[in-house]
């Protein structure tokens, strides 16, 4: 199993950023492909990036493409969502997310742990 706590989410203006980190817990993390989603009021959850288990390779959505970039750091069992530009559609509380494998990294299936979220709002 693995357990996933969400941090650094907060206020943010339009073309500001944020670094959003995600802790892991558990024996399998390094073995997990992660994942970040975000969802806003009244609306569908969104995937918005992803991360192999090595961290050698990424997908970003075309929707975030440029402004968000993925990392991990298997040593201290850690993701991290680096969000710039950020727009006030970007408003929304954003998970981490978790995985074996069995799909391509472009989808957005198949995640079974997920933290409890960190909100992100963008002012205008």
């Known amino acids: 199993q693995v357990q996933l706590v969400e941090s650094g989410g907060g206020l943010v203006q339009a073309g500001g950023s944020l670094r959003l980190s995600c802790a892991a817990s558990?024996?399998?993390?390094?073995?997990?492909?992660m994942g970040w989603f975000r969802q806003a009021p009244g609306k569908e959850r969104q995937f918005i990036s992803a991360i192999s288990r090595s961290g050698s390779a990424t997908y970003d959505p075309n929707s975030v493409k440029g402004r968000f970039t993925i990392s991990r750091d298997n040593s201290k069992n850690m993701v991290y969502l680096q969000t710039n530009s950020l727009k006030p559609e970007g408003t929304a509380v954003y998970y981490c997310a978790a995985r074996g494998g069995g799909y391509s990294l472009s989808s957005g299936t198949g995640y079974d742990y997920w933290g409890q979220g960190t909100q992100v709002t963008v002012s205008s």
């Open positions: 558990g024996r399998t993390f390094s073995s997990s492909v």
